[in-house]
């Protein structure tokens, strides 16, 4: 489908089939590999990252947290993306980067050495929903998220994503559109890809950070709720805070915010007023209307 598109590989624009590793190759047979995705939207003045420089923070906080080394710095990254963008003539979609030990380590646990890099250009096609404003369902799932103190829940790991599959796999298996997973202590954590908020009386809340990824997403809700006049509140809370919450929503880089409108066996009005609120002011800073959140764009 993508196979006419280059992908940016360790310093070199190749073609995206070329980009393949050993299947023991540690970051496949280990999954030792961390990875970032973030939206390219198209502006006045042409293609434009959404929070890139956020991303990468969160890389090479990731890299650090699994104590291993990436080759290039956040700068350099930044120019491979442009001419990723660039040559591939993308305009509205995905960049997703992987950061990986592509050699080959039969046996060996601990491998030395900088990651291999990959950069991949992602179109908007009806397939990825990207943007969609629809109402989705979610259940509680019977896999609890993973203990941040087994792996770091922190890192965008790929290994992480297992879990995430797991729950979604619930969901789906169920009749629901994703899975809500508490944590291990049996406090609310996140969605199997996205990060869940509520609104309870007006206000805003969402599990704090800790025992959940530190997505760019949730942050970007955080930011904007001051703003629009939402208060908000980062706190500790059961999933049974779901079961009377006023709306409920998720948010995750594909499609920012999205209403849920079932909930195990409630249904809920979605999108409530204080979602609708936010999902409006999300379409208007992605489509560069709002000038107090331009600085959120990196131009490509
Ligand atoms: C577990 C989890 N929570 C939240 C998110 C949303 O993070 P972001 O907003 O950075 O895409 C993701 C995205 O993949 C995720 O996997």
Not at 257 to 269: A, F, G, H, K
Request: with cysteine; net charge negative; hydrophobic share 45%.
């Amino acid at each position: 489908m993508f196979e006419d598109l280059l992908v940016w590989y360790n310093g070199k624009l190749v073609p995206w089939k070329t980009v393949t590793i050993p299947v023991l190759s540690h970051g496949f047979s280990r999954a030792s590999a961390v990875f970032e995705i973030f939206g390219i939207h198209v502006g006045p003045d042409g293609p434009a990252a959404f929070r890139m420089d956020q991303h990468f923070k969160r890389l090479m906080r990731s890299v650090e947290l699994l104590e291993m080394e990436l080759p290039y710095t956040e700068d350099e990254l930044a120019e491979a993306v442009a001419e990723t963008v660039r040559v591939n003539n993308l305009g509205r979609g995905v960049i997703k980067l992987m950061a990986f030990w592509g050699e080959e380590a039969v046996i060996k646990l601990v491998l030395e050495g900088k990651l291999d890099v990959a950069i991949f250009p992602v179109p908007d096609t009806p397939d990825l929903h990207l943007d969609s404003s629809e109402p989705i369902s979610a259940c509680l799932s019977k896999w609890r998220k993973i203990h941040p103190e087994t792996v770091p829940v922190e890192a965008k790991a790929c290994s992480n994503y297992l879990n995430g599959y797991l729950a979604r796999k619930d969901a789906k298996n169920r009749g629901f559109d994703t899975a809500v997973m508490a944590g291990t202590d049996g406090f609310l954590a996140e969605g199997s890809t996205e990060s869940i908020f509520l609104v309870k009386d007006d206000v805003l809340k969402v599990p704090p950070l800790g025992r959940v990824l530190n997505s760019i997403s949730r942050r970007s809700v955080l930011e904007m709720a001051p703003v629009l006049g939402i208060p908000s509140s980062e706190e500790t809370m059961l999933p049974s805070a779901l079961l009377d919450a006023d709306e409920i929503f998720s948010a995750h880089t594909g499609i920012k915010v999205s209403p849920i409108d079932r909930y195990e066996d409630r249904t809920l009005n979605a999108p409530g007023p204080i979602t609708a609120k936010l999902m409006a002011a999300m379409q208007n800073i992605l489509t560069f209307k709002d000038e107090r959140f331009l600085h959120w764009f990196q131009p490509l």
